[in-house]
């Protein structure tokens, strides 16, 4: 984020400011006015809070100021998307990172001479604002976006309120944070209570708002917490209208898959709404099954699939029989053979209809040899030990499926000894791995950024999948994505690589592939600043866990600097040269990379080998510079400090200054000065 420093040393930047006229939530096609917005020069070291009415002020906004918070917006031709909202009770220093990671690829130009007209700077203005622009948004709070949308819905009725509820899918797609304050203010209670009183139409809006909020974390976690969601979601399976039924049957199943224990749920929803009409469990969905030929195919796959869902889930016996009894109880098994023998055939009908056939005769203690392609393979499966303690779950070892119990139980009695404890059945590692192997090598746009947003995580959740990930080509997997696409997936790539650094076989298997540091030294170059920082801070983890690796970051350098005919370390030195026009945190781990490779080379040749090349790229000059530059930077000159004494040492010059992190032990002398 590129800053202004006046002569009394207070901080500025100047941006483009906007506002969005929110003011009726449900108006989801406006767009941030004016069209050519002006410019504000903010305090970044003030907070927000008390810039906010001189930013209302000039944009002269509709809002109420006290309803007004501020959001990060950018574009790019027709693309334009919103970003983060600013801490009002922060400054902007406080938020560089956040405001950088969106903005990268943004820069803030020239500033603008006030002797001169704009005509005068059109040159100047045209060459810089082509392209990729952002600003910072007025809008009203989130807060208060909610409250307007959920008293807009319990208030309105006819036109109005079907013109809302068509709008609400958008505004959850259009705002993600808006759907945390939507749920977190009783807004699912709110469309519940629409929904139960309204007919079909209005229900289908809701249902559509409904499965977006879900995609969500937020949303979900809502749902999963305020049952009568699905208590609802199950009675609109008794609808006349076939829409309305297929639409909540799929949220049902969506529900249903996103966690196991989600199923519970599920049963305890359906169990209130039939015990309170007195009938058996799923009489909604088997009053369907039961009309055999006048059903419809797509509604009956859609129900034989959520049982399926639902039993393959149920972790104990009574339950399972308790929902399968109710279901023989009301004709399941003559649908079920009526539907197997049903010509035409349909395939997927069969399919799902066998899998429920298999799993009952299974559970039975019957032999069967039909196994359904939808229950995971055998040959893929393994078992792992799973534990839970409240709201605290967690996965544990993988048993050994070639040994007993008895001969495991000194691991199983460790991990579960106090907990609720099970013993889940789970795609195998390997398997797995291949599988997001495969993915990633063959995805592109939106699905390979899904996928490489989520690595981290996957890394973060199963350390076991780390092992079986690099030992299956996985890193050069990532690094050749990395190296074929731009920086908002070499961002993804960075994040997982961290985490998976973190681990012993992470880092082990990085040590094994230098093509891995080459590529991240190669990112140094990036005009990206996040790439760049990102990855500097990887090498320096990388330099800082065994004093070996020093020398396999010499070597990628090399090996990417001789490629390219330059000298050595020349992508970072670069970036030194720049000087006044570097970033601080950049120059700062720059040089706190150089350092601690250099303390860690163990010989004067490799030594010098790395000064000499940084001494012909101008670092003295460099080191001049940041030692001397003002205001004082105390970080910088204490590494810049450590890199001139070691210096100064290793040519034998007395020097008192010695730094906690220089090298104490000698290193072994050239080769020339052994032979002298």
Known sequence: MSTHSDSDNSSTLQCRIQYLDDIDPFSSVNLPEPARPPSFTFLTSAVLSNQLNSIHKILNAPHNIADCTLELYRQDGTRTEFGPYLDLDQTLDEQREDIEAFTEGTEFGPYLDLDQTLDEQREDIEAFTEGYKWSIVLRTHLNVRVHACIDKLLNSDGRELRRSLFSLKQIFQDDKDLVHEFVNNEGLQCLVKIGGANDQNYQNYILRALGQLMLYVDGMNAVIDQNEVIQWLYSLVESSFRLVVKTSLKLLIIFAEYIDSNALLILSAVSVVDRSSRHLLWSNAMKILNEMDNSSSEVVLLIITL??????????????????????????????????????????????????????????????????????????????????DGTRTEFGPYLDLDQTLDEQREDIEAFTEGYKWSIVLRTHLNVRVHACIDKLLNSDGRELRRSLFSLKQIFQDDKDLVHEFVNNEGLQCLVKIGGANDQNYQNYILRALGQLMLYVDGMNAVIDQNEVIQWLYSLVESSFRLVVKTSLKLLIIFAEYIDSNALLILSAVSVVDRSSKH??????????????????????????????????????????????????????????????????????????????TVLRREDGEDDEIVAQSTRRAPRKKSLMNRAS
Not at 352 to 375: K, M, P
Not at 579 to 596: G, P
Not at 612 to 619: F, N, S, V
């Open 307 to 388: 049982f399926n869902t639902i039993i393959s889930a149920i972790p104990d016996q009574d339950t399972f029989y308790d929902m399968t009894d109710a279901l023989e109880k009301q004709g399941m098994h003559r649908c079920t053979q009526f539907f197997l023998n049903k010509k035409p055939a349909e395939e997927d009908l069969i399919e799902q209809f066998n899998i429920y056939d298999t799993v009952l005769r299974r559970e039975d203690g019957e032999d069967d040899e039909i196994v359904a392609q939808s229950t995971r393979y055998i040959a893929d499966c393994t078992l792992e030990l799973y534990r839970q």
């Open 567 to 644: 000298l050595l370390w020349s992508n970072a030195m670069k970036i030194l040269n720049e000087m006044d026009n570097s970033s601080s945190e950049v120059v700062l781990l720059i040089i706190t990379l150089f350092n601690t490779i250099i303390s860690a080379i163990p010989d004067q040749d490799t030594f010098y080998d790395m000064t000499d090349a940084l001494e012909k790229q101008g670092m003295h000059r460099c080191t001049q510079f940041f030692l001397n530059k003002k205001p004082a930077e105390e970080d910088l000159i204490e590494q810049f400090n450590i890199y001139d």
